[in-house]
């Protein structure tokens, strides 16, 4: 089964903000160590990392005319900041590496979809 993980933000630190510059370099560390074992894990197909919610355009189409509205759809602490693909057994195997996604543990969250087709 082919699962997309989406990884919301949350309150998540994130590098470049004052935020993260108040983490410890080893937790700077630990969380850039624990996204590349979350890379090299078989089965996995590693997403981008997107620019923050401010940069985003939504498009909405209403009565035939294309609407775009500046900032995120969803309220920034939704926002979806990166994505993965997994090739799992089951979806366990999809929660436990969920689990190990920084913004799982950091205040964010991980939204697990199985993919159709």
């Known amino acids: 089964m082919k699962y997309m993980l989406l990884i919301h933000q949350g309150s998540t630190p994130l590098p470049g903000t004052d935020e993260w510059n108040a983490l410890s370099p080893e937790e700077q560390g630990a969380v850039y160590a624990s996204y590349q074992e979350i890379n090299q894990t078989p089965g996995v197909t590693p997403g981008e990392r997107m620019d923050g919610p401010d940069t985003a355009t939504t498009v909405r189409v209403q009565d035939g005319r ?14 979806i900041g990166g994505y993965l693909f997994l090739e799992a ?3 366990d195997a999809a929660i436990e590496l969920a689990a190990k996604v920084p913004a799982a543990r950091m205040g964010g969250g991980v939204e697990v979809r199985p993919i159709v087709g």
């Not at 294309?66 to 926002?79: N, R, Y």
């Open 89 to 91: 057994d089951d979806l």
């Open 66 to 79: 294309t609407l775009t509205t500046d900032g995120p759809f969803a309220e920034i602490k939704e926002a």
